[in-house]
Every structure is written in C-alpha cells, then in structure tokens.
C-alpha cells in the first residue's frame, strides 16, 4: 500500500487587495501556518509521498520569511516531497525553485517535458513537469509510463476542462492512455470528486484555503491511498478559516434575520450577506457595527425591494384596479391559515400587471 498526500495552490503571499493591510498580512500568515498543517497531515496519515501541484506561489515575488518557512516545513516532513511548478510559480533561473537550497526529500520538476523518479522502496514511480513560464503547451502529449507493473503517479499543474487552455490542456484521452494509477493536478482551485479514465485516477484537490467570495466553503486536501491497483481518495480540511456569501430575507428585522440564519462559529470567516426581499431599507452601516465582531471580515450588502402594498390600487377604475379589489375580497374572506396565500396570489398578480420581473 502507498499513501499520498495531494494538495495544490496554496498562492502563498497572496495580495489579498481587498482587506486592510493589516487584515492581509494575518491572512498571508494564515496561508503559511497551513504547511504546518500540511505536514502534521502527512505524520497523522504516515503517507510516503506529498505531491504539491503547483502555484505554491502566488507569483515570482516571494518573502523571506515564507520561504523559510516553506522549506522548514519541507525539511521536517517524512514523505518524498514532489513539485510542479504551475503558471503562478513557474521554474525560472531566477525563481526560487532555483536560486534556494531545498531539502533533500523535496524533488522540483524543473523542465517543461515529462521526467520520472523512481523509488524502489516503494515500487513506484513520480512523474512530473514543470511551467517554465506563465503559459504551457500540452506537457502529457504522448506521454506513456515506462512500466506499467510499478505503481505510477504524476504530479502536474494543468487543465484538464478547457482543451484551448492556455495553462497545459489534457484531453481526456491523454490521461485514459496513460497508463498512470493517479494523476494529481493543480490548476482547478474547486474541489470536485475524483475522476478515472481507463486506469488512471485523477483529481484537483482545489486551493486549501479560500482567497475570495470566488473560493467558498471548507478548503483542503486529498489523501490517496493505493492497494492492490485500487485508488480510494478522500478530502481533508486544511484552514480554518473560509469565505462564505450568506442570503437573507431581510423582512421586518435584519439583524434578528441574520443572527437567526448564521452558523455558530463564524470569527475566522469572511461573510458577504446579502439582505434580499420586500423590506424598508436597512441601514447595512448599522448592520455591519453590530455585527462585525462576530467575523473575520464582514460585507453587508443590501438588495431588498421596496415594500409594496398590494391593496394600494384597490378601486381604481383599471384592470389592476379591478383585479386587486376582488383579491382583496378574497384576502379578507379567507381564515387566517389561507391569507398568506391569496396575498402571494395577490403579489404575483400585481407584478404581472405591472411589468415586474416575478421570480420563482
């Protein structure tokens, strides 16, 4: 049996823009302290390889201090250690791939054409290549395994949904034809369950710590385990710490509304809640003041619509006019377990007559 660790795009020294200096610095400390989850992972699972896929990080521009922690981390891991540079990260002769001194378990894939390790103790072999620049042509054109009696992986940053990438496609006959037990990938910062092809097992573990409201939800990584030619993976949280974007009817009390629909545990996260429904406007200033202490970072946006009272055309001498006064007929006819729904009838049919858009 062969145990990996997989895990891809951690972007460290992201920018992160749109937060305060001092917010962002903390996150940026956040994505370091990550490798030390990383390798606590790799002892916990007594995995024999971590294959890292790519976009370690964010650009070319690196601080010392991540890199010492980086390659701290490295040092202290167990496993083989295999790197794909990707197209944030790729190997340059001045990138830091090449210009620091890694630890003797760390491989870097420093070509742009497919190399192998082999391991005998493991009877297995890592394949790997590396972007050399910020784009990659189809690096697993023609690729076959050498031996197809070993265990073999690949570790790659690529595109395996966009057969026009410009960051190395994979079409899916690539990787049926292989020959390769699990291809680890990097690129594709959503996780999304393992996928096989011929033989071949492969997998995006996605980013393991969301960077934006365009990375939502819980962030990690894959652990894979190889017996007997079977692959079982299975995903790991990584941070504590997520994006989430949370809708909520405002109606007549927003602040109720939210603190009703929010998780217990919410001080590590950064929200953006959006106030929809028929509402007065809320005041989202005062929203975010009482609330901001119970996140991260907090975004209160308001997308209510005005209140609208359905009666108020009631007697007018027009096809509305008409229409809302026999609903209202109805509405004041009806028992009190029936009004909501002559008052939704009544809602729909005043948009319809007055043009509005009528959602579902």
Known sequence: ???????????????????????????????????????????????????????LFDSGEVYPDTLLYLKRALSECHARVFIAPGNHDPYTVSSPWETEAWPENVHIFKKNTVESVYIEALGCQVYGAAFTSEQAPALMEGFRVEDGELTNFMVLHGDATQPNSFYNPIRKQQIEESGLNYLALGHIHKRADALCLGKTVYAWPGCPMGRGFDELGEKGVLVVTIDAGTVETSFRPLADYRYEILTVEAGEDPLSAIRDALPDDTQNDCYRIILTGEADTPDCKALHETLSELFFSLTVLDRTTPKIDPWASCGEDSLKGLTMQLLKQDFDAAGEADREIVLQAARLALSVLEGREVSE
């Open 1 to 55: 049996m062969i145990k990996v660790i997989h895990a891809a795009d951690f972007h460290l020294d992201s920018a992160f823009r749109a937060m305060p200096p001092a917010k962002a610095g903390l996150l940026r400390q956040k994505q370091r302290e990550l490798l030390d989850k990383l390798v606590e992972l790799v002892h916990n699972e007594q995995a024999d390889l971590l294959l890292l896929s790519g976009d």
